[in-house]
């Protein structure tokens, strides 16, 4: 399912990446998402868990959004759905994190807290023994440990989301490809060093 946004409330939804129709916010949430919208989704992850050993699911802003939860198909519900593993990533780079995370636990419904096994700080800048008081703390709140602090890295990639306010310029072209795998690489390397890998794929067992 994808949104585009064209003001005033509304936006375009696609379906498997066919446009669908133009949906106004309140019919998204009382009419679409949790009748139309979360049958595509599970249809579409029924197909992929078929035909792949491996599915990863990547959620969207906020699992504990307690006024759209009930409405949320792209984070706990979902990962509900596939029985999935989650790891919680926040970034400690806008500060709040502890607080966050422990807020987020305390806000997702019970049957989803279950499947949270770990925490993941991103974008991190600093001395890392100053923050390695703060795990052990969390996981004593929390009953969940911390599987990787990930640093803070300069990286020359586009925005993820088009409608980012300031897009970078290198664009997403065939022309840029070599640069582009040249820095997910170098991305990729600095995530794998910064993880417990061993923990995750225990996961996966």
């Given at each position: 399912i994808l949104l585009k946004p064209i003001g005033n409330y509304n936006s375009i939804v696609y379906l498997n990446g066919k446009r669908y129709k133009k949906m106004h916010a309140k019919?998204?949430?009382?009419?679409?998402?949790?009748?139309?919208?979360?049958?595509?989704?599970?249809?579409?992850?029924?197909?992929?868990?078929?035909?792949?050993?491996?599915?990863?699911?990547?959620?969207?802003?906020?699992?504990?959004?307690?006024?759209?939860?009930?409405?949320?198909?792209?984070?706990?519900?979902?990962?509900?759905?596939?029985?999935?593993?989650?790891?919680?990533?926040?970034?400690?780079?806008?500060?709040?994190?502890?607080?966050?995370?422990?807020g987020t636990m305390a806000l997702i419904e019970k049957k989803y807290q279950k499947l949270v096994k770990g925490f993941i700080f991103n974008k991190f800048r600093g001395d890392l023994d100053v923050l390695k008081p703060g795990f052990q703390k969390l996981k004593n709140i929390t009953k969940i440990p911390v599987l990787g602090t990930i640093p803070l890295i300069p990286l020359d990639l586009p925005e993820e989301d088009s409608l980012n306010v300031i897009p970078k310029d290198i664009q997403w072209t065939k022309k840029n490809i070599s640069k582009i795998d040249?820095?997910?690489?170098?991305?990729?390397?600095?995530?794998?060093?910064?993880?417990?890998?061993?923990?995750?794929?225990?996961?996966?067992?």
């Amino acid at each position: 399912i994808l949104l585009k946004p064209i003001g005033n409330y509304n936006s375009i939804v696609y379906l498997n990446g066919k446009r669908y129709k133009k949906m106004h916010a309140k019919e998204y949430y009382e009419k679409f998402v949790n009748h139309t919208g979360i049958d595509v989704a599970v249809k579409s992850l029924k197909t992929l868990q078929k035909n792949y050993d491996l599915v990863i699911l990547e959620g969207a802003g906020s699992p504990a959004e307690i006024n759209l939860q009930k409405f949320d198909i792209a984070n706990m519900k979902i990962a509900h759905k596939a029985n999935a593993s989650v790891l919680l990533v926040s970034d400690i780079d806008k500060g709040g994190s502890f607080a966050s995370l422990v807020g987020t636990m305390a806000l997702i419904e019970k049957k989803y807290q279950k499947l949270v096994k770990g925490f993941i700080f991103n974008k991190f800048r600093g001395d890392l023994d100053v923050l390695k008081p703060g795990f052990q703390k969390l996981k004593n709140i929390t009953k969940i440990p911390v599987l990787g602090t990930i640093p803070l890295i300069p990286l020359d990639l586009p925005e993820e989301d088009s409608l980012n306010v300031i897009p970078k310029d290198i664009q997403w072209t065939k022309k840029n490809i070599s640069k582009i795998d040249d820095e997910l690489n170098k991305l990729a390397k600095t995530v794998k060093s910064n993880i417990d890998i061993k923990s995750i794929e225990k996961m996966l067992q």
